[in-house]
């Protein structure tokens, strides 16, 4: 009879929890009452594009785009980062160069051009804008953990 009653509390708890927590993150269907109704979208924030390269969160972090990239053309045809960031490219543009990794087959394999699997540049490459998180996180640098700067003595 107690255990049931306990079983009984904790799901109910539980249940209290899940509302609170559901909360929290906004909803992507249209407002209450009625979700099948659709309200208009935010406008999309305005990207930073003041050219100042940011600080990379930990050391293999694609590192975000400090500039715009409204217009430019990223197809099977034509790659217009590339006319930038190409080595062969960059003391005219003075961009710079995609990183050894970027010349790489998932065999190691090292190329003349961007490998294949490097060519699509915003698949991990994304400008940024100056917004609030939808969700917090407790991300801590590394830096932070404790650990001297090499050469820091
Ligand atoms: C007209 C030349 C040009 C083009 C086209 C261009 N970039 Fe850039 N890019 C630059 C320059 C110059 C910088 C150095 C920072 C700055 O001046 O904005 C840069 C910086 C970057 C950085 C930051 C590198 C770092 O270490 O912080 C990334 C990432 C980047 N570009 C990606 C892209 C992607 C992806 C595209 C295509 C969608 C692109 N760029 C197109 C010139 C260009
Ligand atoms: C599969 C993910 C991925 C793709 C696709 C990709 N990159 Fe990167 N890029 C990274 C990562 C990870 C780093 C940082 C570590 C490194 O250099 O490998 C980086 C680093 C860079 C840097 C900084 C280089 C440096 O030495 O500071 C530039 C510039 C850059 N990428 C441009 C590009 C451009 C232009 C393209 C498209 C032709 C591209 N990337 C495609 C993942 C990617």
Redesign the pocket.
């Known amino acids: 009879m107690m255990t049931q009653f306990r079983l009984t509390a904790i799901f109910a708890a539980c249940l209290v929890a899940s509302f609170v927590f559901a909360q929290g993150v906004p909803e992507l269907s249209g407002s209450s009452p009625d979700p099948m109704v659709s309200s208009p979208a935010e406008p999309l924030k305005q990207y930073v594009t003041d050219d100042v390269r940011q600080m990379r969160a930990y050391p293999?972090?694609?590192?975000v785009i400090p500039h715009s990239i409204e217009g430019y053309q990223l197809s099977v045809n034509a790659?217009r980062?590339?006319s930038c960031?190409r080595r062969e490219h960059t003391e005219g543009s003075g961009?710079?160069?995609?990183?050894i990794?970027?010349y790489m087959t998932r065999e190691t394999q090292m190329l003349a051009d961007?490998s294949p699997?490097?060519?699509?540049?915003t698949?991990?490459?994304v400008p940024q804008a100056d917004t609030a998180p939808l969700i917090g996180n407790s991300f801590t640098d590394m830096s932070e953990m404790g650990v001297n700067a090499a050469g820091s003595d």
Do not use: G, L
């Open positions: 293999e972090q694609p590192p790659n980062c590339m960031h961009a710079p160069m995609i990183s990794t970027h961007v699997r490097r060519y699509f540049c698949q991990c490459h």
